[in-house]
């Protein structure tokens, strides 16, 4: 019915593409945790539209003012408000397709659900800019599992049949991540990003777009948080990670393929190395019974192709029930997979932490 | 922190797989709803071990109880629970590897999160045995959206690299879906079966296990049901299949296989058909921003091949944190995956009238 | 829309008054903690109706099966449920009542709500034998508490126009809490209960009934427990207080009658005490902007007189919408307030215990 | 461990005194009903501030701004965040008791709570302040209820020793409440205002402060919202009418006085008038068994004098631990009585439209 999460860390998350501003309430911060602005403009100007081509051509600001929450620069532990403002509008780009329904947007079913009066521009509350405050939320909780040695970092898989060099489930490092996220385009190969850059430029050529997949994951991140059955690490993460608009899909550790395997390949053996246990191979993505295991948690998830594509498009306009051809203008990505690895990051940052704060402890 | 899921629905599930019962306290249901007790058994029973070489041969009677909501055989729209009395409990099978992690089992992440505490006797509170009592509400639930139109159903998608002839998004049929699940083994084509069946024999032959994929579907489910962002319906059919033990991944629609597409191909044209709008493709698997779009909703759920495999196996005395060969002994299914189906029904069943209800509505 | 509170202990209730079972699901407990049985039994032993003319002749023996959540005799961690079956069911006595709704009862409503399909014998889901779980689930978590240090105990604070000595809201003792709880019929005075009984009687004898008021305190509590706004310890108190039917009215500390003081007279000042702070005065009850301050906890909750008299009464047929005169069979308490004392108690076990392991602590 | 209400209705709460500002995210709330904001600004000014000598003199605006979730003045459905800035700021009248915990307030629990981290300059998220954005709230839910035929409205029932007539329980009228709220100063009886604006002043000029109750009440809501235990109608009131400051007990129709009654004089008989079913008395305040009966809703709300007194008193220095004499400087109400009207409102406002979304409607 909303766009509220509730659990260790509560999350309500409001605005429109063309509204007056965007935003978010996080509630159940631990106090008195210092907050670094730079960092976390930094970890939202990687969400933000780039002018390399790859990206829509809005210029976003997405800084975010701080209207409760923090004071001297430390978390007050009381609910953390933040606000970004949306100046660059320009919704008349949108006027003429108000009802006609863009493919493989929510302009109908939103229609449907809202009974007409949602906010129709730019998408409205559907929009992927809807995400900036998700990251804005994940690199709050990024600050505060990294100052307990928990790194998250996310690359970008593939973008259509060009392959990344994927995480070394097992051996994947801090390092590694931090390295990942600090490129302007996140590979880990040059040769993958020089690829998929082409891709994306010859799709928004094309007037067309292209899907992809982002994976993610966390390392330093301790055994024995989570929960079996409704409230497992799984099933908090996949409930975040389906907030981002455009996913389709969600596998952990070898995901879908383990579908294909034997137990005795799948399943990954226990042995003790400087006195901890760990696995030799980490199928499992790091979470066995919704819980951690002390290995890193690695998923992927799938983006479809950008909806939104310059073309001819058959739809209906669905206040008429009449078939239209659509033409698209405006401002789109032709592929949504960079500017969506911050948002996967953010979202398993928001669920790593918001898990430690439920395994609370009555001595602690 | 719990078993608890609090929607439209809430659902309160608990057990272990060799404690006195397991069940579920089911609240939130309409008042009223007329329960066939023959039904929700034949649903259940396709959850219990068959006799066929699938499954383990554990005798399960996995008969529910009603202890309260239920009077003249109609909801009474207070909680209503239902147990499942434990009665062939074979503890003895399980002693010698008390604590000796089970690879691919959650024995050594439980022992963490719960200190030692946890039942431990046949996987405790994380065995598949407590997706019977999810069963149970999803039969419940079924008979519910049935009675407005709306049918669920799954069929075997895969088994390793065996795969069934899949649902087609657009025009599978309420028949098809109840065909497929009046069926022993449910596959759509006989050929599936006979291959999975050869493949599931050989692999117990080996010792061994194997993985697979359930493909579900409902069809009649209204447009317009459902919310953007955190409550969307992929969140929340997300959150209660990851529930059922042995999940790796979860797709809709044409899921990972988007992220290969161009927006062109990819994007579901909208038409009118019989003065209805719908989409001439289902690529989107009747989601769109979180909410129905009245095409058939339709996503696969990856299964792990079953991690107790008789073979020995390296791994940890997690108290000794001594390494050990391991030797599994009792009886486990060699592939999940036919018992599996039941249970992404049920999950779905629960998640859709969840958000049916969520669905309120002041002028009702 | 339930009866479900999902905080962080989570509790699941159900049951109907004549139906198979009534019970509890109680999620979120820390693992490992013995649970000795007599104590719950000497628990719900206080709620069970007295042979000594207070209360109903109703022979239940409530005592609780347990299904999960413990193993050893200790709390595994995972959901603990539990079932009192109801053996000794008199629904004959209801028949000519059905459709007639007694007085300060929630027949007609419960109709209105429920459609009509609300089981309505004995008041169903709304009678009082549904706190016998709440006793069950507050037993447990004393337990838990007192190993703590922290006590929880109530006592008739009156009985229509006779009180009991209050207790002293500074000074008030964990012995003198479980002195009180030790007394068959508990108040602090013994004329109190002299007088008390005889007045139970007098209202029995004349077909009538009294109410009264429950005085609750902890003590032992840490101070800094609790959050500002719509999570206070009054809220969450409040809020499973008035799931015991009856209650009319809650108010902490003086309550009440700070409404009559001058700020000057009302304000508790602070002081050091073996270098510990405390209030000098307790008009607060313990609490402070919703957090707890290290005094003893103390709030008072009045219950109306038992609904069910013997008398001739005026109501309505709800079905046939025709006024008539009623005549209320069966065996009912001629005052609920000596059985709702341990209800009170088990309300603010659960808060108490919820609040501490919602207070996480990240390093613990 | 939050400000986040999650019901039919989800509230978010934020905001600190003397910080950024200070607001609310509301969702849940149906689409496409109209929102008035003169009505707004009017139902908040009853809350600020007023120059007659019985508040505080700070000068705030209080309008606020609305982010997201309206379109075309109408709700879109998505979540309406709406902020007040906080513009007058004097932060320098709190600094010297910024360690010294002023009696009565939550500056000791609220350091505990959060380890010192939280904004202490003028309560921060613990200062009244933060009503106003609930007031917002209910302000927006007035107008939907008000579009079905609900009125909400509450007076001043008393300060100190002098009372105002109280509501009919019975009989009182949409009118009679409109009419309260037309009122400056909100009594029924206008020697009853004369009394107690005597009475406010003489505190004040005695640099002391008084206390008093609130009635509320609601005419036109629908019999059969709600439901039994955990999630009744008091319980969901309680819950939010604790998150205003200074609240200390709160009872439903005759309340407190119910437990010095015989049940015949407190049952309330049914009877059928104009072919409803009423009852002849109120006692019962509208809600049997969690639910509402048609009748009137009534309850009474405590509220403690204004904390802060210009007097000298004992304290401690919860830094240094040491005991000091404190003087509070700074504009403080010398009662909250008169500006808690509207908050008491906005939670009732808030409570019903919550409890009607939740009353869902398959067939709806």
């Keep these: 019915m909303s766009s509220v ?13 063309h509204g007056k501003g965007i935003g978010v309430v996080l509630d159940g911060l631990p106090a008195g945790e210092p907050v670094d602005f730079d960092e976390i403009n930094a970890f939202m100007a990687r969400r933000a539209p780039k002018k390399d081509g790859t990206s829509t051509m809005r210029n976003e600001k997405d800084s975010a003012e701080i209207l409760s929450g923090i004071y001297e620069n430390k978390t007050t532990g009381t609910p953390l408000a933040a606000v970004i403002y949306n ?46 405050p998700l990251c ?24 259509k049949n060009v392959k ?37 430029n010859s799709a928004r050529t094309a007037q067309d777009s292209v ?39 969600i596998e952990f550790g070898n995901g879908f393929s383990c579908a294909e395997l034997f137990g005795s390949e799948n399943n990954d053996e226990f042995a003790v190395q400087n006195g901890k ?28 192709p950008t909806p939104s594509i310059s073309r001819p498009q058959n739809s209906v306009d669905f206040k008429t029930m009449t078939e239209q051809e659509l033409i698209i203008k405006g401002r789109h990505d032709p592929c949504v997979v960079p500017r969506a690895v911050p948002c996967v990051e953010a979202a398993l940052n928001i669920a790593l932490l918001s898990a430690m704060l439920e395994n609370s402890n009555l001595e602690g």
Tied chains: 1, 2, 3, 4.
């Design 277 to 304: 246990i760990v696995t030799k191979t980490n199928n499992h993505g790091g979470i066995l019974g919704g819980i951690s295991s002390g290995m890193p948690i690695i998923f992927r998830v799938a983006f479809k």
């Design 164 to 200: 990344d060099t994927p995480f070394d489930p097992v051996n994947v490092t801090a390092n590694q991540l931090e390295f990942v996220k600090s490129r302007p385009f996140p590979t880990l190969s040059e040769n993958a990003e020089t690829e998929m850059r082409e891709l994306i």
């Design 211 to 249: 899907g992809g997949i982002v994976e993610c994951a966390a390392v330093g991140f301790p055994a024995g948080i989570g929960s079996p059955m409704l409230d497992g690490l799984e099933n908090v993460i996949s409930g975040l990670v389906f907030a981002i608009p455009a996913v389709k899909g």
């Design 136 to 159: 804005f939320a994940g690199a709050v909780c990024e600050q505060i599992l990294k100052r307990r040695g928990i790194t998250v970092g996310a690359h970008i898989y593939s973008v």
């Design 87 to 132: 100046s660059d509008q320009h919704s008349g780009d949108y006027g003429n397709i108000a009802h006609i329904a863009r493919p493989a947007h929510a302009d109908y079913t939103g229609f449907l659900r809202y009974k007409g009066a949602n906010d129709p521009r730019g998408g409205g509350h559907f929009s992927g800019r809807i995400t900036a």
């Design 5 to 17: 999460f509730n659990r260790g860390i509560k999350l309500s998350l409001f605005g429109e593409s």
